[in-house]
């Protein structure tokens, strides 16, 4: 059922040691079929280089497995969550890859700047608040993807503009149309947290990029009136 869903969600996984996002089993990537409501992910607990692609978890949009001889990530309900919530989301993926989850036990979103930052992501990568005892109590994976929806609705982000998002003393989450985009953002992520920190070390008084600088390197790639690419 759903073989090539699994076979691009293998693949994708398989990045996030390649692209040094991940140590041990610290990550996962899904996707889904919009179409059936059910999505791929990987494998809880599962080391990358004992998988392969029949071994990725179908999961439905009430968190239920589908198929899969493995329990699924252990942070599927936040993907649940989220899917729900973008519905033009169709990849995401978590990791503790390291400068971004710095940045999230620090509490700080993760300001643009420069072009590189905005070449992918529209303003600061937000962090959002730390779950409640109540919250992590009652249902922490739920509950983590709840909060992010309910940001980006409350802040009216849009989640394909801000693709990425950090969640305090936990780590980053990204997303795309698809798994391969997906990481692709988590890899940009990864690297802007890098030199963000790197430019507050060098100039501890630095300010954002101008906005009508980032206005202009997020709009060259993105919307009716982009240029950049063939």
Known sequence: MLEELKKKVYEANM??????LVTFTWGNVSAIDREQGIFAIKPSGVEYDRLAP?????????????EGKFNPSSDTPTHVELYK?????????????SYATSWAQAGRGIPC??????????GEVPCVRCLT???IDEAYEKNTGILIADYYKSMKKDPAAVP????????????GKD?????????????????????ELINVEVKPAPQELQDKHYYRKHGENAYYGQ
């Not at 990045?15 to 040094?20: C, Q, R």
């Not at 029949?54 to 589908?66: A, H, I, P, Q, S």
């Not at 973008?86 to 503790?96: D, E, K, L, P, S």
Request: glycine fraction near 6%; aromatic fraction near 10%; include cysteine.
């Open 113 to 122: 700047y420069g072009t590189t930052h905005a070449d992918y992501i529209y």
């Open 133 to 135: 005892k109540e919250e």
């Open 179 to 199: 798994a391969l985009e997906a990481v692709h953002n988590a890899v940009v992520l990864e690297e802007v947290a890098k030199m963000a920190y790197r430019t």
């Open 85 to 97: 919530a973008f519905a033009q989301v169709g990849g995401i993926v978590h990791t503790h890859s």
């Open 15 to 20: 990045l996030l040691p390649k692209y040094n």
């Open 54 to 66: 029949e071994d990725m978890v179908l999961v439905d949009l009430e968190g239920n497995k589908v």
């Open 164 to 175: 990425a998002v950090l969640c305090k003393n936990h780590g980053p989450f990204a997303w």
